[in-house]
């Protein structure tokens, strides 16, 4: 009894005395502009990560407490985006469009160097190619990915399949969100031509019945079908139409001829419906946004529409539809809060988009570079400007995901040759 009690007690000691040595915090991100719009913090503080969490919000947190220092000085501390628009569910299937086919985006090669943790496609995927989708993008990939599934059962593959009524079925959308609420937030409608609103009120019918909110891409009759009736019969509260800066044939811009934003618009958002960028390549307008903006009328949520035709052109990469926003005019803070809290809140995800203590540790940090740029629209117009965001430092999950200066990595010359000949445990691994 009595060496089982001393063995217990060594164990106990040697336990304690490890702990002491070891540092609090995996990572601190010292000295940088922290914006957190969910929890009003706009301050220099320092942000400490452990166990893959926020653990610390503060001012002067003690460097010696953390395995891992990065400076950030001079730079914008926010939380890990959240891009609500991209299309990420890629394969090889040809001519299968944003599902499993090649017009998406790889989600890795793509997020992280943009400050995104999470990444939403909005409607690649329907009832039919979930587990697809789920084994061969959710599961595989190193960034967060959620999806509005779409309310047509092969999701966006394009031609016919979208245009089918008959693949669009409400009770069996909700049920497979239903049985996977970690990766499916939502349901999607899109590219529908006809006079029909079954899609729109059968995708309203599964978010009812999932408690989801729903996405709507909405035009592509002629005449267009009322933007009025969609937005204020059709939608419920917390439902988004998304291009909300575009003007194309087939739907309604809600800047007016007369350069108004439409009364019936204005009149949505103090309903509750909720008003996303997604940029894509199509989809945003200086003729609308500057208008809209001047008037007042802000997007509730900044997205991409990511996907290879809008990476290569105007929309780029988040962070320039953001700065894009700022040239605008929208305070930093509202631009942070519609890449971050907002979405969190639309997608029902409270761990994510913030960074108060126990949230997920995923943080973007950002270089406001000031100079001489240019943006351009979906028509190809050039707007100048003179400030861009940049992304210095990706956090997932705690990790250092993306590093352009390498402010968290020790100096190489203060670092040991690595002997190549140890055996292979003791060499560094790549990943
Ligand atoms: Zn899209």
């Known amino acids: 009894m009595m060496r089982r009690a001393l063995a217990t007690l060594i164990v106990l000691l040697a336990a304690q005395a490890a702990s002491a040595q070891a540092p609090r915090y995996s990572l601190l991100l010292k000295g940088g502009h922290v914006i957190d719009p969910k929890n009003g913090v706009d301050a220099v503080m320092d942000v400490a990560i452990a ?191 998304t291009h909300m800066y575009a003007h194309v044939r087939g739907r309604h811009p809600i800047v007016n001829a007369q350069g108004q934003v439409e009364p019936y618009v204005l009149a949505a958002r103090k309903r509750g419906v909720l008003f996303d960028v997604g940029h894509g390549g199509g989809s945003f307008l200086f003729r609308q946004a500057v208008p809209a903006t001047q008037q007042g009328f802000w997007p509730d949520i900044i997205s991409t529409d990511l996907h290879t035709g809008s990476q290569n052109a105007g929309m780029k990469d988040i962070l320039n539809v953001m700065s894009k926003m700022l040239v605008l005019g929208m305070p930093v803070n509202d631009v942070i809060r519609a890449n971050t809290a907002r979405v969190a809140e639309v997608i029902k995800r409270p761990e994510l988009g913030h960074l108060g203590v126990g949230a997920e540790g995923d943080v973007a940090v950002l270089a406001l570079r000031k100079g001489e740029f240019g943006f351009i629209d979906s028509s190809g117009n050039r707007m100048p400007g003179n400030q861009k965001l940049e992304c210095e430092l990706t956090v997932k999950g705690g990790q250092v995901v993306w590093d352009l200066n390498g402010r968290s990595h020790t100096l190489w010359s203060e670092q040991p040759v690595e002997d190549m000949n140890a055996p292979p445990p003791a060499r560094r691994r790549t990943r």
Not at 57 to 71: G, L, P, S, Y
Not at 107 to 135: C, E, I, M
């Open 51 to 241: 166990d893959g969490k926020v653990a610390a919000v503060a001012a002067n947190i003690d460097a010696a407490q953390a395995a891992r220092v990065a400076n950030v000085a001079g730079l914008y501390v926010v939380p890990g985006l959240i891009d609500l628009h991209a299309h990420v569910f890629i394969g090889s299937e040809p001519d299968s469009y944003l599902s499993n086919g090649d017009v998406g985006a790889h989600a890795d090669t793509h997020s992280f160097r943009s400050g995104q943790t999470t990444l939403v496609d909005v409607g690649g995927p329907g009832w039919r190619n979930y587990a697809q989708f789920k084994a061969n993008i959710v599961d595989r990939a190193r960034t967060r990915v959620l999806a509005f599934l779409n309310i047509v059962g092969h999701g966006m593959r394009g031609g016919p399949y979208e245009q089918d009524l008959s693949d669009m079925d409400a009770k069996l959308t909700a049920q497979r969100i239903l049985a996977n609420k970690d990766v499916l937030v939502g349901i999607k409608v899109a590219h529908y031509q006809g006079a029909e609103w079954e899609p729109v009120t059968r995708a309203v019918e599964a978010g009812r019945r999932a408690d989801v909110p729903v996405m709507i891409d909405f035009g592509g009759n002629d005449p267009p079908q009322s933007l009025d009736a969609l937005l204020n019969t059709h939608l419920r509260p917390g439902d988004i139409l």
